[in-house]
Structures are given as structure tokens and as C-alpha cells.
């Protein structure tokens, strides 16, 4: 069946949107024949596919994926410039700008992988946690296209997606034990299922690509040539290359405490002080690049690396004397826009290889958020029939929302002591 490009884009855009829509590609609508349609003994084996769109904070995202696996289409605008320029992510600025892209983002998502709405078997979208308002765009947009259109709704938690991204490109089957690092959030917990999770531990206060923005800051990295224009965590890193980790000592958090928890406030405050010092010593005012700032850079980076490397040797272990985790064929996932940080996976690597595990993590790009990791969860909970709601009365979205059982307590019982391992690396 051809669809002619009007009929196209009304398919899969809400009415409202139609009319200021950019115009589709020729490609938009294919033959069956090349929608992912398979032809065996005479009979006709359509392929589900699912339309993920993400909006949890302050990337818009959208991705078509087939159940195979296959991504068909996707697109990401950042609004990662804007927010550098402010100096942080403002909700109601981080809305409108949801609001103006959405449309066209979903579009080119559909239009790449030449997918109307009718070849949707369902629609996959972030509803819990993240801004609140970042998350009602997306879910208002969403709920727009899955009524007019008819299709099944998929509510996604956006932690779950990044656990089970890792499951789109590599063969990991469950239980796996997971590390997920970002700009909201920082846990350790075990995949034991699509949605079935056993958390083991996470942050007290903020999160490390929250800490790492705003050291980030405070250095005036931006000031910087070679990280202009990155974010807090690549500036921290970029400068980190041409610096000595051992040029500054900070003390690793929570090193008494024997758990698998976080914390990264107090690692601010006591670096946010030596800067302090240093200006004065330099006769600098603040918002002046420091002569010191790569080393800094590298300590931050080092400690920061040391403390999740050692919580997550204690996590390994926990989970390999209690059974949770077999030891043979044990994989460790590290995901989310920290865990792109390639230091903090060397210095994970070094875990793994004394504990037997192996590491694996997503590419870089699948890291930050994105809308195929939504996407490819819409496919695992269609494939294992959870969560597939054809019914959207009542649905809304979830600011705060836990990930799985939280058995952190019995890790802190357990009194885990790590054995010292070389993590300078």
C-alpha cells in the first residue's frame, strides 16, 4: 500500500502539528516489502516496531526500532549549548524548548526509518523520573499521537532504559549487575528481569555529572579553548588528559562506610575550597583560569573514579556470596552519561578483571539519553507483555520514581570489606 506525503504526515504527527510540520521525505512511505515485513512458505510475518520518544530532562529524543533489534530511525536535539550559557538547566526553559522540537524531532525519527504512524505496533515513552515539566511534554505529545492513532501506549522508567539499553547491542542475559552514572542519578542494582531490578545502593545527596557541572563551573573550564562548548563532565575530563591525579589528594567519600550507597557532596565542597585556596594563592579573582586547573581536573577525576570503583567492587562481591549473580558469565553494565567517562571505565575494568566479571557499556552515544534506549525498552516490555497499556485514562508522569526492591539495607548489614586493589590507572 502507498500512501501519498500529505496522508503520510498526518499519520503520524498530531493535527495541531500537521500544518507547520517540515515536509517528509519521498522515502516516507515504502512497500511492505521493505517494512520490515518477512515472507516464509507463502505467509506474511510482520515485524513489531515501536516509536520511542524521551523527554526526561533536557535532550528531546526520538527512535523507531524493529524487535530484532534494528534501529530504523532516530534523531536527538541537545539543549545542552543552552544551558552551558545559563549555567544549568533551567525547568521552564528546558519545557519550551521540549515543546519546539518535539514535532520535528519525532518526525525526522519516522521519516529516517520510512515508518508511518499505521506501521507502529506501539508508542514508548518516558514517564517517570525526570523534570516534571520536561516530562509532561512528552507524555502530552505522546498521549496525543497514541489516541488519535489508536495504538498501544508504553510508559517507560527512564533508569530501567538505560539498565537494558545494553541488551539492544550486546548479548547479556539475566541477572546482570548494573552501574548506572549520570547527571540525576548514580546506583548500583541488579538486573534480574525486564522489569525486575534488586537496588543495591545509590546516591545520598547529588549525582556525579551534577558535581562534575558544577566544579566544572567553578573552574571556568569554559574559558578554556579545548573544552568550549563541552559539558562539565567532558571539560573535567579533556583537561584531566594533560594533568597529574596525584598532584592533589582528596579524600574519597564514605570510604568508613560499608555499603554500596554514594555520595558526592562533600568531594564539592572540599574541592570547591582548594580552588578557593588556590585563587588566593594565585592572585586570581574567580572566573580566571587557574595555572593549576588540569591537575585539579585529573584529582577530581581520579577520586571520582576511586569511589565508584570501590562501591561497586563491594556490590560484585555481595552479589556473587549471596547467589544473586552466578560468578560464571558475570557481566557488570555501566550506563548513562558518566559512565562514558573513559577513565572511570578503565578504572572499572580493573574491578572486573580481579573479580572475574566482564565489563560491558553502551557506546558513548547511548550513554547520554536518547530516544533508542526508550524505543528498545518499548520492545522488551512488548515482548514480555508488560506494561502494554491500550487503555491511557489516567496516566501521568512520575518526577521521583524508585528503581526496583531496594535491598540496600542487607548489603550494609553484610559489612562488605573490598580488598585493596591498584586503581590509578
Known sequence: MFLSRQACLQNYLPASTVGTA?????????????????????????????????????????????ETGNVLGEALHSQGKVHLKTGGIIPH??????????????????????????????????????????????????????????????????MEAHALTIRATNRVEFPFLVLLLSGGHCMLAVAR??????????????????????????LSLQKHPPCSGASGGKAIETLAQ???????????????????NFSFAGLQTNVTRRITQKEREE??????????????AAAIQHTLAVHIAKRTHRAILF??????IPQSDATL??????????????????????????????????CTDNGVM???????????????????EGIKYEPKAPLGTDISEQVERAAIRVPKLILTV
Request: one cysteine or more.
Open 22 to 66: 517540515i515536509s517528509r521525505s519521498a522515502k516516507c512511505c515504502r512497500s511492505n516489502s521493505l517494512r520490515r515485513v518477512a515472507h516464509q512458505d507463502g505467509k506474511c510475518f510482520s515485524t513489531r516496531i515501536v516509536l520511542g520518544i524521551e523527554t526526561s530532562c533536557d535532550d528531546t529524543g526520538a527512535a523507531v526500532m524493529d
Open 319 to 324: 552479589c556473587v556470596r549471596n547467589g544473586i
Open 333 to 366: 553494565v555501566a550506563s548513562g552519561g558518566v559512565a562514558s567517562n573513559q577513565y572511570i571505565r578503565r578504572t572499572l575494568q580493573i574491578v572486573t578483571d580481579a573479580t572475574g566479571f566482564s565489563l560491558l557499556c553502551p557506546p558513548p552515544r547511548l
Open 93 to 158: 526553559v528546558a519545557q519550551q524548548l521540549h515543546k519546539d522540537n518535539i514535532a520535528r524531532i519525532v518526525q525526522q525519527a519516522l521519516s529516517v526509518g520510512g515508518v508511518c504512524m499505521d506501521d507502529l505496533t506501539a508508542v514508548a515513552t518516558t514517564v517517570k523520573p525526570g523534570l516534571a515539566l520536561s516530562l509532561g511534554v512528552g507524555l502530552d505529545y505522546s498521549l496525543e499521537l497514541v489516541e488519535r492513532y489508536k495504538k498501544p501506549f508504553i510508559p517507560i522508567h527512564h
Open 374 to 392: 526508550i524505543a528498545w525498552n518499548g520492545i522488551e516490555r512488548l515482548r514480555a507483555g508488560l506494561g502494554v497499556l491500550h487503555s491511557i
Open 283 to 296: 592572585g586570581l579573582p574567580q572566573g580566571q583560569l587557574l595555572s593549576c586547573a588540569s591537575d585539579l
Open 193 to 218: 528481569g525486564v522489569s525486575d531490578f534488586l537496588l543495591l545502593g545509590q546516591t545520598l545527596d547529588i549525582a556525579p555529572g551534577d558535581m562534575l557541572d558544577k566544579l566544572a563551573r567553578r
Open 242 to 260: 594533560q594533568g597529574n591525579k596525584l598532584g592533589y589528594e582528596f579524600k574519597v567519600p564514605l570510604e568508613r562506610h560499608l555499603n554500596c
